[in-house]
């Protein structure tokens, strides 16, 4: 695709990156993050855009995100906190927290945030504290999908969503305190590229509307997939957003008060505009392997091993020679510490720079500082040579934290 990021990142811009930042780092391109929010503004025109910045909740990147037009979806008080901070509005912003806390509860009703909740347990605590509020409900309808078992958020296994049948239940807890259910939402899972499997999920959700009195908004969740492998085609998002248009504008047909569309995406937004660069720091060949050892692993991208998720991969210089079944491994003390298996490639030098693509959604996001390993920096290009660091590198005491515990005299 046109977006794709040897537009954005050729071998020489790489390599005067890694000199002058340091490898591991996330780099990011402004004009292909913006060009995702325009294709969805394009293909969703009436509906709210609720970015969810799970997905990448780099500061710089949600300004942009705002300055695109879109709110965000979020899903703790401190994402709450952060999308404030960033300049979004409390009322473009909803939160769908699983299993939310008092604290929890608390805290982002105090931000004067609309809470998606989806437990009678979270309806009764949040009614009791806050009697008379607004709030909108999460329901499971059933119909799930995703590109991994661990992303499917809906079906008879799921933990989020309220069953249709709960609903009732629902509306008398609700009404016990008062509460206005002014919302309906639902999130199916992470990675649909079938516009028919988000349509299935769609039209019994616009179906409930109608018991509803107090509705204001229908949240249909994110999930559009973006394609990693080279032989995955793309979601064909125009068809979709047509069809989810038509199905809502048909709803609002002669309805008093017009109901208000939201979608949550997130990978959609970031994935494609973020890499991950890394510098291979060891090779090894056994029997029948090569293992390209990076200065990256399974504590900066998490995907590959929690999924098994395939990311592209590009080799800085491009070497020649016959290619070896290759295997690129990180540095954490797991043999599923792997980046990239069975890819074919010629023999590289230690010291060339791997190139790991689509790494911008749920890469930074999911790092951690296991085996004691600083989370990468991140970088935004954006605009003819300027290349902004947007996180700077962690040291030893960022990661430590360690605060002495002398005894007091
Ligand atoms: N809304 C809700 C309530 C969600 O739980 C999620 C994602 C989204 C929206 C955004 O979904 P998206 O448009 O990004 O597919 N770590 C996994 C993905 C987990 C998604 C969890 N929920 C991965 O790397 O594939």
Known sequence: MADGWHSWLAPGRARRLAERVGTPLYAYSGPVLRNRCRALTRAFPD????????????????????????GVDTVSPWEVQLALECGHRKNDIVYSGSNPSDDDLRAV????????????????????MFPGSRV???????????????????????KFGLAAEDLPEARAVAARFGLRIVGLHQHIGSGIFDPALFLEAFDPLLALTSVLPDLETVDAGGGFGVPYRPDESPLDLAALGAAVTDRFAA?????????????????????????????????????????????????????????????????????????LRSFIVGPICESGDVLAEERMLPMPDEGDLVVIGNAGAYGFAMASHYN???????????????????????????????RDLRPKR
């Open 372 to 402: 004691l390993r600083a989370r990468p920096a991140e970088v935004l290009f954006d605009g003819p040579g300027k290349v902004s660091l947007i996180r700077a590198r962690e040291g030893y005491r960022d990661v430590i934290r360690r």
């Open 251 to 323: 709803l609002n047909k002669g309805r008093k008060k017009p109901l208000r569309l939201l979608l949550e995406p997130g990978r959609y937004v970031v994935a494609e505009a973020g890499v991950l660069l890394t510098t291979v720091t060891t090779l090894k060949r056994t029997r029948d392997r090569l293992f390209i050892g990076v200065d990256s692993g399974m504590h900066h991208l998490i995907r590959p091993a929690l999924y098994q998720s395939y990311h592209p991969v590009a080799m800085i210089p491009e070497r020649d020679g016959a290619p």
């Open 136 to 158: 909108s409900v999460r329901l499971n309808l059933e119909v799930g999908g995703g590109h991994h078992p661990h992303v499917i958020t809906a079906g008879p296994d799921s």
């Open 109 to 128: 009703h105090r931000a004067g945030v609309l809470l998606n909740l989806d437990s009678i347990s979270a309806l009764r605590r949040y009614g009791r």
């Open 47 to 70: 509906a709210g855009l609720r970015y969810a910045m799970k997905a990448n909740a780099n500061p710089t990147l949600l300004r942009v995100v705002r300055s695109m037009g879109l």
